[in-house]
Every structure is written in C-alpha cells, then in structure tokens.
C-alpha cells in the first residue's frame, strides 16, 4: 500500500515553461499556414474555372461533329453533349455560328479572384483565370 503512493508522488507533468514554447510553436506555425490556405483556395478557384471552360469546348466540339450545320447552341446544349458546370460557376455561350462562339465561364464573386472569368474560342483559345 505504502509503494503505490510513494509511485503517484514521483509521477510528473508538463511544467508551464513547456506548454507555453509549445502553444508558442503553434502559433508561428499557424500565421505561417493561414495567409497561404486562402492562396491555395484562389489557385483552387482559377482550376475550377480554367477546367470547366475546357470542357466545356469540349461538349461544343463534340455538338458540332454530330452536327456541322448546327445554327444554336447554349448551356442546356452543351450539357446536353456531357458538359456539367461546377459549383459557382455560371457558363454562357455566344454563338453565331459553327465558327464563330465564345464560351465564357464566370465565377461566384466571393471568391475574391483577380480575374474572375474564363473564356474560350471555337479554336480554342483560352483566356484563363488569375487568382
């Protein structure tokens, strides 16, 4: 009986110097993180749009290969060939012909981007995002 108390007196614990380097440490760690996690949430943004612009051209490519005359094309159009927007992303399609449209992907304003629009050519051509 006497062993198990003199075991619990010499028991110890963090003293207050260590857990304060500790919460320290972890305080330059996180004002290191934070400012690039809103960084990479931008870079995240710009994919989102660069990528749903490419497939976009995409569904568009493959509307006109089934039909080269084509004289209309939108959004329901090119979702229809396969195209699904992202969240916050609102897609618009000016179309003049089978060789003259642009689709242009905008993204949701909170978002906080530079450049908040994609867009592509028939050829092609994309005029991307920027965070």
């Known amino acids: 009986m006497l062993m198990k108390i003199n075991r ?3 028991q110890k614990g963090f003293t207050l110097i260590e857990l304060m380097i500790v919460i320290a440490i972890i305080g ?3 004002a290191i993180a934070i400012p690039q996690f809103s960084e990479y949430r ?3 943004y710009v994919a989102t749009l660069n990528s749903d612009a490419k497939n976009a051209f995409t569904a568009s490519a493959a ?3 089934d039909d080269p005359t084509l004289d209309a094309m939108d959004l329901e159009a090119l979702k229809g060939a396969g195209y699904t927007p992202s969240n916050g992303v609102t897609t618009t399609v000016a ?3 089978a060789s003259t ?3 242009t992907c905008t993204g949701d304003t909170g978002w906080g981007l530079t450049t908040n629009v994609a867009t592509i050519t028939q050829a092609g051509t994309l005029t991307p995002a920027a965070p």
């Open 101 to 103: 449209y642009t689709i």
């Open 8 to 10: 619990k007196r010499n």
């Open 95 to 97: 179309f003049t012909n």
């Open 42 to 44: 931008k870079r995240g």
């Open 63 to 65: 509307l006109i290969a």
């Open 28 to 30: 330059i760690l996180a």
